[in-house]
């Protein structure tokens, strides 16, 4: 190859060091004739590895992967055969434990090689990667590497720190797959596949290090044809796998034309698994158990591994960085917790043999103000820290149903303290700061609108034993999903009676306030949705958003209203509403964008423009300043200005459909025929493409979160 670089004498003198090691240790271990084997294939690797210049680097990660639902880790059904080809052609994990049941936490580990209490990112969303933190890309770019990624959904945005030490990072979705919940906003496997081909297109003669992260498997599950109709409508899951199999397959196939497979280190690994319905878990992220732990690793390099080795014994995802590392010959970090696993590929078992993994699970403590669920997990048995404690023999019980924790109090009791003691070892300097990310006001609303809840967090202190715990939670999670359903099928009143049994359960809780609130609205019970709004309010004082939501049912009941003193009584307690939310957080867009909304509903455009102006020159990526300012300007026959700030908030988000209908409207209003033909298309079919999300939307509790309501628009007085 072009970029071998000369054989130094120190290598072979550290060769022939490692020799001597491996012979002292050979003879301490007694000898035999396989270890003899391993030593000579892991003495050859070493001596070879650079014959051809400096390795490139592949990582795969593929979102919400469980490990048994991949050909070559035991699935008899889904049809993996191009990670298989790689399974079996390189070295198995078998029983690979995730840091974390979530996407960000899990990625930050296995990137740094840092437990989450260490590297500090404990949920999705509001946390980021902080700088004290040394990436893989960091390392590897300080030798010379170029480093580029390409991730497959919003979640790992480059705002939450993951794009630390990455050249290239490609984290756009202009032509997302609409998804309903812009979280999970995401490119299919194939164009990740492809923007990945297009990156190794432009390194064929430099290394690299490229991460391709495939969100496919995530809920929904909307697999493309053939894999759809392959799988049917029970399998979709096992379909979204298959998928990312085959693009899988085209980046392996391209590194093979480009003639690079043969010096490209290839590890596969996922952030976390998918629970299925096991122990109740529709998905991910409640919970703590192997469906949703342990996770597929491998590595494959060529003619270098040993084919076909597969590790029984339990490793960590913070051991990949420090094994990647080791096989590129780079020394490991100083923040480093795992350990390298370079020797077992090659047979030597001793790093493998007693590894705990600390395992943790935050996202019930941030999004539900439940219990935060911590623990333990060996080869043997596992320990969570939950207000219920639990232990599980996992060679008896590989399904985790009989907790132990009571039976064998001893054997709790040395699992408890070495929990302790790992923990405290691990911890970093923001262990339990909770730092969280200060991220753009556009997507702080975004995630708003969804139900993050920086409050619910804050709102309910207490001790752990006093939270609730998640696995108690779960039929009330699953109950709560069966009200998603009879709201879509618009079965109000049983979804209301419903509902307001599940209150009595568990009374603060926010999502079924939410859903109720939901209802009130949809049925124009305006007196209740105001009602439960208040009583969010009275149980999480620093939630904002049903401020913005009682605005939204005064500016109604201001409409409603019969004389110009009622009316204007409403509209002042929906501004008073608004002016709240503004002066705890000044930076609020949707506060801003609603206030815009409101004055528009009153008739007052020229405050409407200036309060909608000057919040575009803060917020200038927020869709509804656009179309709200539109909307004020086309009311006032500006025409030509109007179009351009309609067309500037459709540029932002394309799958409002009223943004259509509004561009639609000034056309037809201008005479331009055939533009506001084609903008009625838009929208119909942009409406068609919503209710489709919507009704495709699988409701997980966790990582999909409630759908609150969006920013307000601006709608027209009725005449009086
Ligand atoms: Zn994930």
């Known amino acids: 190859m072009k970029f071998s670089r000369p054989q130094l004498n120190i290598g072979m003198i550290r060769i022939s060091l490692l020799v001597l090691v491996l012979l002292a240790s050979l003879a301490l271990a007694g000898f035999s004739a396989r270890k003899a084997v391993q030593g000579w294939k892991l003495q050859h690797f070493r001596q070879t590895r650079d014959a051809k210049g400096k390795l490139n680097l592949l990582v795969i990660t593929m979102d919400t992967t469980r490990y048994d639902h991949i050909g070559c880790f035991g699935s008899l059904y889904t049809r993996t055969p191009d990670i298989d080809r790689l399974g079996y052609g390189g070295v198995r994990f078998m029983q690979t434990v995730a840091t974390a049941p979530i996407t960000v936490p899990s990625h930050a580990a296995i990137f740094t090689g840092t437990y989450p209490i260490f590297h500090g990112v404990r949920n999705n969303g509001t946390f980021k990667l902080a700088p004290y933190n040394i990436t893989l890309a960091e390392a590897l770019k300080e030798r010379g590497y170029d480093t580029g990624a390409v991730i497959g959904a919003f979640v790992l945005h ?109 590890v596969l690994t996922a952030d976390h698994g998918e629970s299925l319905g096991d122990h ?118 590989v399904r985790e149903y009989r907790n132990l924790f009571q039976q064998k109090p001893r054997t709790a009791a040395r699992f408890e303290a070495d929990y302790q003691k790992l923990r405290r070892a691990s911890a970093g300097p923001n262990a339990d700061k909770f730092e969280q990310v200060d991220m753009d006001e ?27 715990d998640p696995k108690l939670m779960i039929d009330f999670m699953t109950a709560l999903n069966r009200v998603g359903e009879m709201i879509r099928r618009e079965r109000w009143d049983q979804a209301e009676e419903f509902l307001k049994a599940l209150l009595q359960q568990d009374p603060g809780n926010l999502m079924a306030m939410q859903k109720l609130a939901l209802i009130y609205n949809k049925t124009n019970n305006t007196d209740g949705a105001i009602e439960v709004n208040k009583k969010m309010i009275e149980n999480n004082p620093d939630f904002l958003q049903p401020h913005l939501q009682l605005a939204r049912l005064f500016i109604r009941k201001a409409l409603a209203a019969r004389d110009q003193d009622g009316r204007k009584a409403q509209f002042d307690q929906a501004i008073g509403e608004i002016q709240y939310v503004l002066a705890k957080d000044n930076r609020h867009v949707q506060a801003k964008s609603d206030l815009g909304a409101c004055y528009f509903t ?38 030509a200005d109007a179009e351009t700030e309609f067309q500037k908030a459709l540029s932002l988000q394309k799958n409002d459909p009223d943004f259509y209908f509004s561009l639609a409207k000034l056309y037809q209003k201008t005479g331009d025929k055939k533009r506001a033909q084609e903008y009625r298309e838009g929208g119909v079919l942009a409406a068609k493409k919503l209710a489709e999300a919507e009704k495709e939307a699988v409701e997980g509790p966790v990582g999909d979160q409630p759908q609150g309501a969006g920013p307000a628009k601006a709608r027209r007085r009725p005449a009086h």
Do not use: C
């Not at 919970?287 to 960590?316: C, I, N, S, W």
């Not at 990526?621 to 086309?634: C, E, I, K, S, W």
């Open 602 to 639: 009153m008739g007052d455009y020229a405050r409407a423009e200036e309060v909608l102006r000057k919040a575009l020159t803060e917020n200038p990526r927020y869709p509804y300043l656009y179309y709200n300012l539109g909307a004020t300007l086309a009311e006032q026959g500006r025409y």
């Open 442 to 468: 556009e997507t702080k609303d975004r995630l708003r609108a969804l139900g993050y809840v920086w409050a619910s967090s804050n709102s309910k202190s207490g001790a752990k034993k006093e939270r609730k």
């Open 158 to 266: 480059g705002q939450f720190g993951l794009d630390q030490g990455f050249d290239y990072y490609n984290d756009k979705f202009e032509n997302p797959n609409p998804k309903l919940e812009f979280f999970f906003d995401e490119i299919p496997a194939s164009e990740v596949s492809r923007l990945g081909n297009e990156y190794i297109d432009q390194h064929l003669e430099k290394p690299f290090f490229l991460w391709l992260h495939y969100f496919d498997p995530h809920a929904a599950y909307r697999p493309p044809s053939p894999y759809k109709e392959l799988y049917g409508p029970a399998n979709l899951y096992d379909g979204e796998i298959a998928f990312v199999d085959e693009n899988i397959g085209k980046v392996v196939k391209h590194l093979e034309e480009k003639k690079l497979l043969d010096h490209t280190l290839i």
């Open 280 to 397: 109740g878990e529709p998905s991910h992220g409640l919970l703590m158990y192997d469906t949703t732990l342990h996770v597929p690793l491998l590595f494959y390099l060529q003619d270098r591994l040993p084919a076909g080795e597969e590790v029984k014994e339990m490793v960590r995802s913070i051991d990949i960085m420090p094994t990647i590392l080791d096989l590129l010959e780079i020394p490991q970090t100083k923040n480093n917790q795992g350990v390298s696993l370079l020797p077992r590929l090659f047979g030597f078992r001793q790093q493998t043999q007693h590894l705990q993994a600390l395992i943790e699970n935050y996202l019930p403590y941030f999004n539900f103000g439940y219990a935060s669920l911590e623990g333990l997990r060996t080869g043997d048995y596992k320990y969570i820290n939950a207000p219920e404690p639990e232990l599980y023999d996992l060679k008896a019980d």
